[in-house]
Structure formats: structure tokens, C-alpha cells
């Protein structure tokens, strides 16, 4: 599966995007800055692999054109479940390694702001975001249905909804605080149930509503490049599984989640990549469209 994607090192690179609407076309030239995109990804929960002391699991893994370079990658799932099931292969094919990890959970910008800050150095820990494979598959089935020829979705994929025709088509948005936000889904079923409940609500547009897929690199990158009034207004939602698990944790005492260190780090290494494999879902509440 080549959906790993190099983060760390590549991020103010990717900027390509797959989605079968207009959403990027749309954000046109106003960076937002790190600490503004760090506050969009705040609350969306990820999971690394680490040891007793939060130092991250690390890949030497070979790289280049002629895969002569060696690169340090550590894995971020965005499913617990993926990130147990690789400790569960960890611990058949390496049981003395196996025994000393466990799951981490950090947020997202914790993550993003670890790779912009080693992206400069020299032999930069990549940082290496494993989406889950269900989602992957949703995201090239709505490609396919929006008539995209496509064999592998090479990124972590965010789901959106349009309503409308032509130039009343618009974004569907959900009212947060007297304010209309964006929302993106990493899981396709929780999206499904918002426009389940708008087409409930307005059967006269439910026709037109279109489920959209784009590619979670490329949406940061164009956090950081575009200019548009809607940029502050979007809004990443957990999956389901992430928001349970986190709530299943005991209360902090002290300082927050750990995060993976990457100033002076002593990780544990294993050449095993991470694979994803998993699955989840939830509603979301009622929505109204808004226009471009």
C-alpha cells in the first residue's frame, strides 16, 4: 500500500490534492500562519508508538531514486486500533522490542509542529501519517463515482459534502457557536449522517448533495498558501473510534499527553513499517448549506 506519506520532510511540498470539486480552486492566497493552522488540527487525536518515555518508535528505512539514502521515519496512526495492531505484530515478529512500546496518543498539531520544526535539519525525522484502510477505499470509490481513473489514494483522506447546481453550488456547513463552520470527516459514515439529516430537512435540494474527498496533506498545504475568508472557518472532526478511546483514558495529572520527542530523542528503532487496517463511524448534527 503506498499510502504512507513523507510529512515531516515533504509537507511544504505536497500541495497536490484529488478531489472531485472545487474546493481548492476555491481558497485562493492567504497563508494562515502555523500557530492558526496548529489551532484547525488541535483536537483532531493521533497515535504514535513509542516507549516508556514517549520517545518515538523509529524506521531506518532505505530512500532516493536509487534507494540509497537512509531515512528515520516513525509512524502516526489516525486509528488506536491500527496503532495496537502493528504493537501486536511487533510483539510476534520482535517480542523483546514488542514489550517495551505502547501507544501514545498526541494531537495533530503537536505533530505538525514537530515536522515543521525538523524539517530544516539535515537527516529530518520523517513523520509518516497512516491513514485507515476503509476510509482509503471510501475516498477511491467516491473518486471513481465523481469519473476519476485512479488505483491508490496516496494521503490521509478528509470527507465534504456539496448542495446545489452549478453557481448555487455550495459547501454544506454546520452552525457552530452563531457561527457557520466547514466541517472535515475523517471517517466518510460520520458525513454520511449529516447529509442524511440536511436531505431529511431539505428533500427539495436532496438530490443535488454530493459527498467530496480530499487529501488531508494537501488541505494543510493549502491552509498555508491560499487566501480566502472560509479558511478560518474549516473544522477537522475525530473519528468516532479516537474521541472513545480518549475518553476511555484516565484524567491527566499534571501535564497533557505525551507528545513523540524530537530535540534529542533516543528511539527505539525497527525496520517494520506501520500498515493500517481499521474502522468506525458517527453522526454529525444538523447542517445548512452554504454558498460560494
Known amino acids: 500500500m503506498k499510502s504512507l506519506i ?25 497563508g494562515l500562519t502555523d500557530d492558526q493552522i496548529a489551532q484547525i488540527l488541535r483536537n ?54 514488542g514489550k517495551t512500546v505502547r501507544i501514545i496518543p498526541v494531537s495533530l498539531a503537536e505533530v505538525y509542529k514537530l515536522a515543521q520544526a525538523n524539517r530544516e535539519q539535515k537527516k529530518p ?13 471510501s475516498a477511491m470509490a467516491i473518486l471513481r463515482q465523481n469519473g476519476k481513473e485512479v488505483k491508490d489514494f496516496t494521503g490521509v483522506p478528509v470527507f465534504f459534502a456539496t448542495v446545489g447546481k452549478g453557481k448555487e453550488e455550495g459547501y454544506l456547513t ?22 442524511e439529516a440536511f436531505k431529511k430537512q431539505n428533500p427539495k435540494q436532496a438530490d443535488t448533495v454530493r459527498i467530496q474527498v480530499a487529501e488531508l496533506e494537501g488541505v494543510i498545504q493549502t491552509l ?29 495529572s499534571g501535564n497533557n499527553q505525551a507528545a513523540p520527542r524530537t530535540n534529542k530523542p533516543q528511539p527505539r528503532t525497527n525496520n517494520q513499517r506501520p500498515r493500517s487496517n ?10 445548512n448549506r452554504r454558498p460560494k
Open 6 to 30: 513523507r510529512w515531516g520532510a515533504t509537507l511544504g511540498l505536497v500541495a497536490s490534492t484529488i478531489i472531485g470539486s472545487s474546493f481548492i480552486e476555491n481558497l485562493r492566497a492567504f
Open 44 to 97: 483532531v487525536p493521533v497515535f504514535t508508538v513509542g516507549d516508556a518515555k514517549g520517545a518515538p518508535l523509529v524506521a531506518s528505512v532505505r530512500s532516493g531514486q536509487n534507494n540509497n539514502t537512509n531515512t528515520s521515519v516513525t509512524g502516526v496512526f489516525m486509528s488506536q486500533r491500527d496503532a495496537q495492531a502493528f504493537i501486536d505484530g511487533l510483539k510476534k515478529n520482535n517480542p523483546e522490542l
Open 125 to 137: 525525522l520523517v513523520f509518516d501519517l497512516v491513514p485507515k484502510q476503509q476510509q482509503v477505499d
Open 174 to 195: 454546520i452552525q457552530r457557536q452563531n457561527q457557520q463552520v466547514m466541517p472535515l470527516f475523517f471517517d466518510k459514515e460520520q458525513l454520511q449522517s449529516m447529509v
Open 224 to 252: 498555508k498558501d491560499k487566501n480566502d475568508p472560509m479558511l478560518s472557518q474549516v473544522v477537522l472532526v475525530p473519528s468516532q473510534e479516537s474521541i472513545e478511546f480518549l475518553r476511555s483514558l484516565p484524567a491527566p
Open 278 to 287: 481499521t474502522n468506525q463511524r458517527r453522526p454529525a448534527p444538523t447542517q
